[in-house]
Structure formats: C-alpha cells, structure tokens
C-alpha cells in the first residue's frame, strides 16, 4: 500500500492536470489554436534555463525553475484572466488566493508550505527569482505574439503603448533582455503586427 | 541591438515551440484531445520536484528537471512514436539522434553541448538522474491512462503483459514508487480499464 504522504502528492499531481485545459489569449506559432498554462508554462522553463545568465546579478535557477511550473496553476480554479483585462483584474487577486489556498493545500503540508511560499514571492515580485520569472512570463507572449504576426493583439484590439508599459520592468533585472523587448516592439511597430 | 549569443538562444526558443503541436497517445484528463509534448514535459517537470523524495539515492534535482524539459524535444523533427509501437521503434534512435543534431544545434555551442549530453544521458538511462525521469516518463502516462479509464489502451489494444513491462524498473531506483505502480495497474486491472 502506498502512504497517505504519496497519495496526497498523486492527489495533487492528478488534480494540475487541469491546467492543460486552461487557454491563454495567446496563439501557439504557426498553429491555429491558443497556447495551454501548461504549454506556457514548460516554455518559461526553458528559457529560464537558457537565459539566466543575461540576468546582472547572480540568481538560484531552481527556485525559477521551480516558480515557473508553478505560477499559474491557480488558474485552474481561477481561470485566465487576461493581462489587459482591466474588470476581470479587479478580484483576480482574491479568485487567485482562495486557488492557491485549495490546491497548494492538496499536498503535504511541508510541500504544500514551500510551493504556496515560491507562489507568493511569484506574485508579489518579492526577489530577483521572483523578478526574472516576472520578466520571463511577460517575454515569452511577447514572443509568441512576434511570431504569429500580431494575431491576438489585432483580435484583442491591444495597441503598442500597452505592450510596452507591460514590459518594462524587463530592463530593471537585465539590459540585455530590455534591449531584446524594445527591439521586439519597435519591429512590431514597424511590420505593422502591432498598432502605435 | 542584440548579441548573436542571445539571437542563438532565441531562435531556439521559437524553434521548441513546435513540440506544442506534437501529441501524444494519451488523452490529457477529463479532455476529448491528446496530451502535447509540451504539456506531458511540465508534468514530468512538476512530478520530479514532488516525489524527488522517494527515490533511495540522494540526487540532482535540477538536472533531473532540465532532463524532463528537454527529453522529447527531438519529437519536433521525429515526430512521437508511440511506446509499444515496435516497427516505428527500429529507426526511432537514429531519427532522433538526426534531430538532435538539428536542434541542439541551434543554441551557442556550450549550452548546445549541456543540453545534448543531458538528452544523451537520458536516452542511456545512464546516471541514478535519469534513471528518476525515465520512471517519471512512465509513471505520468500511466497515471493518465488510469484516470481516463485506460481509453487509450483500450483504443490501442494494449494488455497488461505490455504495461508492466514498461514499468517495471521503476522498482530498481524506488520500492514505493514501483509499488505505486503495481498497484495502480493492478486496480486498472480489476476495474476493466486494461485486459489482462
């Protein structure tokens, strides 16, 4: 018989396999659907790995890692809501605590304990991990958007001076990667995916 | 404008996004649609960090999660053969060892180098690390077969002579990870999910 210490974790691992039917706004390149929490997420993992190093000071990459797999698994209770949206923000928040709440608390309590903590500093931008992980999660649509032409941006009707107050904070943590935003943008700009 | 390093990295990060595309035999839970690559990779991701414990030796948790992310992005170009698929099985390595090249390739040649060894030390099975997440690769389908009531294995006609098999060095590198196994397939057995 396995444990009741394994069986919450199987518990837990069952349950966030929620999160492959949670739909961003954003489309997967070249595809014609939108992009999963889980796709989304397992691409901030590789590029956090991949360019940690541009990052000006010196930063534990697990934890990163470790905060990436795990930011939005809140949504599985409270949805996706879009970064432009300026209504479903306002109780965002509280929807996304009482998710934490519910399913941090599946697992045993240690685990549960250090993943809600690496969930909180996500959130509240409460480290250089926290900060990067930040940037990551912002870049990576970024990227996608680029990469599909603009497609969400036209359908959402989102307009350049949007896409650059949500990046700024890139360059707070890393001049090469606010270097890499800025360029993104203007040629956004400039081939017409993104309207100024 | 950005250095040739980081143009390399992102052209990587734009060229994985593809394995969002290929899909896998099993159904993600509670879905009508096949898991993605991508999604089935953060699963791994998440299982390692949480049953990391389990395993009797102590390990490498970050290299163990890296292994995880990066083990089926050779899929891009070799496509997913299925597991019990033996004709596709015969040119899978060499398939594989091609697409390795291709997309490995792509990064500055020391992370180039990082990441192909670690997918060569997984396709070896060669350290007590990826030992761990070759159990992960088939412990997270078999959770998923059991909790869509084996539809894949039922669609695929497979028996539990295969299943086992599979699963079965799980036990070299955890008793209570390869007992989860057994009891799992034993219970999908007495529930009709999986033929005997």
Same mark, same amino acid.
């Given at each position: 018989?396995?444990?009741?210490?394994?069986?919450?974790?199987?518990?837990?691992?069952?349950?966030?396999?929620?999160?492959?039917?949670?739909?961003?706004? !954003?489309?997967?390149?070249?595809?014609?659907?939108?992009?999963?929490?889980?796709? &989304?997420?397992? &691409?901030?993992?590789?590029?956090?790995?991949?360019?940690?190093?541009?990052?000006?000071? /010196?930063?534990?990459?697990?934890?990163?890692?470790?905060?990436?797999?795990?930011? %939005?698994?809140?949504?599985?209770?409270?949805?996706?809501?879009?970064?432009?949206?300026?209504?479903?923000?306002?109780?965002?928040?509280?929807?996304?605590?009482?998710?934490? !709440?519910?399913?941090?608390?599946?697992? /045993?309590?240690?685990?549960?304990?250090?993943?809600?903590?690496?969930? %909180?500093?996500?959130?509240?931008?409460?480290?250089?991990?926290?900060?990067?992980?930040?940037?990551?999660?912002?870049?990576? /649509?970024?990227?996608?958007?680029?990469?599909?032409?603009?497609?969400?941006?036209?359908? !959402?009707?989102?307009?350049?001076?949007?896409?650059?107050?949500? !990046?700024?904070?890139?360059?707070?943590?890393?001049?090469?990667?606010?270097?890499?935003?800025?360029?993104?943008?203007?040629?956004?700009?400039?081939?017409?995916?993104?309207?100024?």
């Amino acid at each position: 018989m396995t444990t009741q210490r394994l069986q919450q974790q199987i518990a837990f691992i069952i349950e966030v396999d929620k999160i492959k039917q949670i739909y961003r706004k !954003n489309f997967v390149i070249g595809g014609e659907r939108h992009e999963t929490d889980a796709e &989304h997420s397992w &691409h901030l993992a590789i590029m956090a790995i991949l360019l940690a190093e541009h990052i000006d000071y /010196p930063l534990d990459i697990l934890k990163v890692i470790k905060m990436v797999l795990i930011h %939005d698994i809140v949504e599985i209770d409270a949805g996706d809501t879009y970064c432009f949206d300026q209504i479903g923000g306002l109780d965002k928040a509280v929807r996304e605590q009482a998710a934490a !709440n519910r399913l941090f608390g599946l697992l /045993p309590e240690d685990q549960a304990q250090e993943l809600r903590s690496l969930w %909180d500093e996500f959130e509240q931008r409460g480290s250089l991990e926290a900060k990067f992980a930040d940037a990551l999660d912002r870049l990576q /649509p970024l990227l996608l958007h680029y990469n599909t032409e603009g497609k969400s941006w036209q359908l !959402n009707g989102i307009t350049s001076g949007k896409v650059i107050e949500r !990046n700024q904070r890139t360059r707070e943590i890393s001049d090469k990667l606010g270097q890499l935003v800025d360029d993104i943008i203007e040629d956004s700009i400039s081939k017409g995916y993104l309207k100024k």
